[in-house]
């Protein structure tokens, strides 16, 4: 079992920045995908990035250049460096992680069994 805690989450001004965190409780350094989700008020939850088995990061295009995930596999934890932040990004942040994801399902939500409580983030204009 895998429990997941998201950290990190604030109000900020567009242009500034923000990093989340997230702790990850149980073994999730065999071949698993970490994941973070975005959720704002009246949309479907959506992908923002990944690393893939933990080996390779991806990105949704709105987030390319922006944001970055790294992880510290000594602490268990995987964090979101978020930078030069818009309106539009505000939504509540979630990670997420699966042991089994194939590549064609890293960006779809409803393939990942452990998901946090998600952080709010909100960017004022």
């Known amino acids: 079992q895998v429990q997941l805690a998201e950290s990190g989450g604030g109000l900020v001004q567009a242009g500034g920045s923000l990093r989340l965190s997230c702790a990850a409780s149980?073994?999730?350094?065999?071949?698993?995908?970490m994941g973070w989700f975005r959720q704002a008020p009246g949309k479907e939850r959506e992908f923002v990035g990944c690393v893939f088995r933990g080996q390779r990061t991806y990105y949704a295009d709105s987030v390319k250049g922006r944001f970055t995930i790294s992880m510290d596999k000594d602490k268990n934890t995987m964090q979101l460096q978020m930078d030069n932040l818009k309106p539009e990004d505000t939504a509540v942040y979630f990670c997420?992680?699966?042991?089994?994801?194939?590549?064609?399902?890293?960006?779809?939500?409803?393939?990942?069994?452990?998901w946090g409580r998600g952080t709010q983030v909100s960017v004022s204009s």
């Open positions: 149980g073994r999730t350094s065999n071949g698993y995908t």
């Open positions: 997420a992680a699966d042991r089994s994801l194939i590549m064609s399902s890293m960006r779809m939500p409803g393939q990942y069994d452990y």
